[in-house]
């Protein structure tokens, strides 16, 4: 059924095919039907005819012996009888109209008496006369009437058939025989629409074959004179043997009607047949075939155009289908490979027709993986109805770059591919700018005009990839690359290759890390001006069997850009807590815990059920814990982020500004927000012993945080000049390598062992 789905004309064929048969068998049916009903027809017309002769001939044959017998018993047999008799052979004549004259005979074949109209002296002898010897040899010897062969008399003008009729006085010898002449046009037997009309005939053939009667004009009335032809008695023979299956001898025993066909060359004939033996004649029926044909051509013809039209409306209604299924399939082809947006051609499209370009390798060609840089913010500012006018136009932009060899496709929400044949790198960099240049222009929009920027990472085939989907991986890879710019455009080398299938592989082996628990945690302290220790950063590490170490800043990233950093991050609060808990439980060192915390950590709806979770399950005190947040996480919206703040702060948890200036905080969000530490970025420290305006930034920075009343940390304190120029600017915290790196939990205890630990809180300014 597929096939027909597809294709409707497949459908129509087997329709046709079918009703081709199906009239094919119709013709057959009223074919066979045409001839088993004027079979039928004939059939019982043989019938009736054959019996009606019978009757005729049956009740003639009483007559001839009543009458032969009385006459007999009268008459001497002389000329003499002759006066006596025809009075009364008159008088039958007057009763019986269909006997033409009647005639005593005596066994010499002499006539004895004849009716009136008759002449006796002008009788001839029927054993001399050839045309009667035969008949009345047979009549004298047979107990049954005998016909004579059937002639013409013209004082009746009339067709008459000799009737004979065998006289025994004893009944053993024969004395005489009585005559009639039956005439053909006085009965209604014989009359000439025994027929049916003129393609049918009835005749009644003597066993010599000669005609007895045809109920048809004849051309000659020499046709009763002469027998029927031997090759058209050979046909009938013949047919009669094959069709019926029985022989002529054994039809003539059987009472039964026997149909069957003529149909060669020359004879073409509908045949029934019966024998009368009393009489030895074989009724036979004719049709002619060539109307019985013509009868059911012109029926069927009528059903042939009738079937004709229905044939020419039915291929009129599939073809008008089959043009609106064609027009519905190309509507659904184009919407299943165009964008509804934008009308471009989208992934599916490019999938499908990518042949077109990869098929032959020694026509390379260019794709630019384009990407709208912070097209999110136009959707949550304004709406995703807003931003779809937006695609629409950069659709538009994009389009004046499309050549009859190029393609442009729209490959999701606002990432676009861009197919040419220039390869050229300086020809393709400046193809890239020019995008980059017309979809920078301000964009008007429901009377409000903003800018985009877009990201252009740029692969070449077969160089870097010899397939889609490698050649889309290159082209992502160099995208992304160019993202960490924003607008601007990135070529695709081996060296991204790399990084990016060591990502991966990071990615790969951080799952496995992250399952088995096989990162650690280090701890680096955090010092106050006299050198005490305050508390300690907890800070994760990773030593893979693979990789090797992998810096926090590599797989930090990945674990945040693949949704791993919920699961690490859990591993990193539990870990931190139950070592410093441990610390708290078994040394009198009550040192303060810092923990980094990522922005897609702390959005999650269970970290703050699972911090708290975690306190309690370790019996760490909630005081002694820092968050350490940073800055990125304002933008998203401060709104959201401050309930949470205020529920850590209402659980005396404590919130620390990573990286302070660095970002986009304000004064304003330092207000509004309970935030208890500010972190100053390593890269503000780095320079103080030598550039002013570096130390003038630290010592604002301190005073801001001074103001608001919050603890200033420090961190990227290196030298011992960091440390007291930091100490002169009334820095609260400290933290580096000067004072010590992170060190695993076993060194952390023998560190606090030989340090100062200052268990009281920082002094904080007044607010």
Not at 427 to 432: F, G, S, T, Y
Request: negative net charge.
């Amino acid at each position: 059924m597929a096939l027909f789905k597809k294709n409707i004309w497949s459908l129509y064929a087997l329709i046709v095919l079918l009703t081709l048969i199906l009239f094919a068998v119709l013709g057959v049916t009223k074919w066979q039907s045409n001839r088993n009903e004027f079979t039928e027809q004939q059939h019982l017309q043989v019938e009736l005819f054959s019996s009606s002769v019978n009757s005729l001939l049956t009740s003639q044959e009483a007559l001839l012996e009543v009458v032969g017998n009385h006459l007999a018993q009268q008459s001497d047999f002389t000329r003499t009888a002759s006066f006596q008799i025809r009075p009364i052979l008159d008088k039958l004549l007057d009763t019986h109209p269909a006997i033409a004259a009647f005639s005593l005979l005596n066994t010499q074949g002499n006539h004895l008496a004849v009716s009136s109209n008759l002449q006796l002296s002008s009788q001839k002898n029927l054993l001399q006369d050839k045309a009667t010897k035969d008949s009345f040899l047979e009549a004298i010897a047979s107990e049954k009437m005998v016909l004579g062969r059937t002639y013409y008399q013209k004082s009746l003008d009339s067709l008459v058939i000799p009737l004979r009729k065998s006289i025994s006085i004893d009944g053993q010898s024969i004395d005489a025989v009585m005559t009639a002449d039956l005439r053909l046009d006085s009965t209604i037997v014989f009359e000439n629409n025994a027929h049916t009309g003129r393609f049918n005939t009835l005749t009644l053939l003597r066993f010599d074959n000669y005609r007895q009667f045809v109920s048809s004009d004849i051309d000659s009335l020499d046709a009763y004179l002469e027998p029927e032809g031997a090759d058209l008695m050979k046909h009938i023979t013949q047919s009669f043997v094959q069709q019926v299956g029985t022989d002529v001898n054994e039809a003539k025993t059987s009472k039964e009607t026997y149909s069957f066909i003529i149909n060669d060359e020359k004879y073409h004939a509908l045949v029934s047949v019966k024998y009368i033996p009393d009489y030895k004649l074989w009724v036979i029926g004719q049709t002619d075939l060539t109307h019985v044909n013509s009868l059911f051509f012109t029926e069927f013809g009528i059903l042939f155009i009738a079937f004709v039209v229905l044939q020419v409306s039915f291929y009129t209604l599939v073809k008008s289908i089959a043009k609106n299924e064609q027009r519905t399939r190309k509507k659904l082809i184009y919407q299943a490979n165009h964008d509804p947006l934008t009308s471009l051609p989208n992934r599916l499209y490019m999938r499908r027709n990518i042949d077109k370009w990869v098929k032959n390798e020694s026509e390379p060609f260019s794709l630019l993986f384009i990407d709208i840089d912070n097209f999110k913010c136009v959707n949550d500012t304004h709406g995703h109805d807003f931003g779809d006018k937006v695609l629409k136009q950069i659709a538009l932009r994009l389009m004046r770059f499309r050549s009859r060899m190029s393609l442009v496709v729209r490959e999701s929400s606002d990432k676009f591919l861009f197919l040419t044949p220039v390869t050229n790198e300086s020809e393709i960099k400046r193809l890239a700018g020019r995008i980059i240049q017309v979809l920078s222009q301000p964009y008007e929009v429901q009377h409000a005009q903003f800018s985009l920027g877009c990201s252009i990472g740029i692969a070449r085939f077969p160089e870097h990839g010899k397939d889609l989907d490698s050649l889309l991986r290159s082209a992502d890879i160099s995208m992304y690359k160019a993202k960490q710019q924003q607008n601007s455009y990135s070529m695709f080398t081996a060296a991204m290759q790399d990084a990016h299938l060591y990502k991966v592989k990071v990615e790969q082996r951080l799952r496995l890390a992250i399952e088995k628990q096989t990162l650690f945690m280090v701890f680096q302290p955090l010092v106050r001006t006299d050198k005490s220790v305050h508390g300690v950063e907890a800070l994760v590490r990773w030593i893979d069997e693979e990789l090797g170490f992998v810096p926090p800043d590599v797989f930090v990233p990945v674990a945040e850009s693949t949704g791993l950093m919920q699961k690490l991050g859990a591993f990193i609060i539990e870990s931190s807590i139950m070592q410093i808990a441990h610390l708290h439980r078994t040394t009198e060192q009550k040192i303060g815990l810092s923990i980094n915390i990522s922005v897609r950590q702390f959005s999650h709806q269970s970290f703050s059920d699972h911090l708290l979770a975690t306190l309690e399950k370790y019996q760490l005190s909630p005081s002694c814990l820092t968050l350490e947040i940073t800055e990125s996480l304002f933008i998203e919206d401060v709104t959201v982020v401050k309930p949470i703040f205020e529920a850590l702060k209402a659980n005396d948890i404590k919130i620390s500004l990573d990286d302070f200036g660095t970002g986009y905080s304000s004064l304003s969000m330092l207000k509004a927000l309970p935030i208890d530490e500010l972190k100053i970025d390593k890269s503000f420290i780095e320079n103080i012993a030598v550039d002013q305006q570096s130390l003038t930034m630290v010592q604002n920075i301190i005073a801001i945080g001074k103001n608001f009343g919050m603890v200033v940390l420090a961190e990227g304190v290196e030298s011992n000049e960091h440390f007291s120029i930091l100490k002169a600017c009334d820095c609260d915290l400290m933290q580096g390598y000067y004072l010590s790196r992170p060190i695993p939990y076993d060194e952390l205890c023998h560190y606090l062992a030989t340090t100062q630990v200052k268990k009281t809180e920082l002094p904080l300014a007044p607010v």
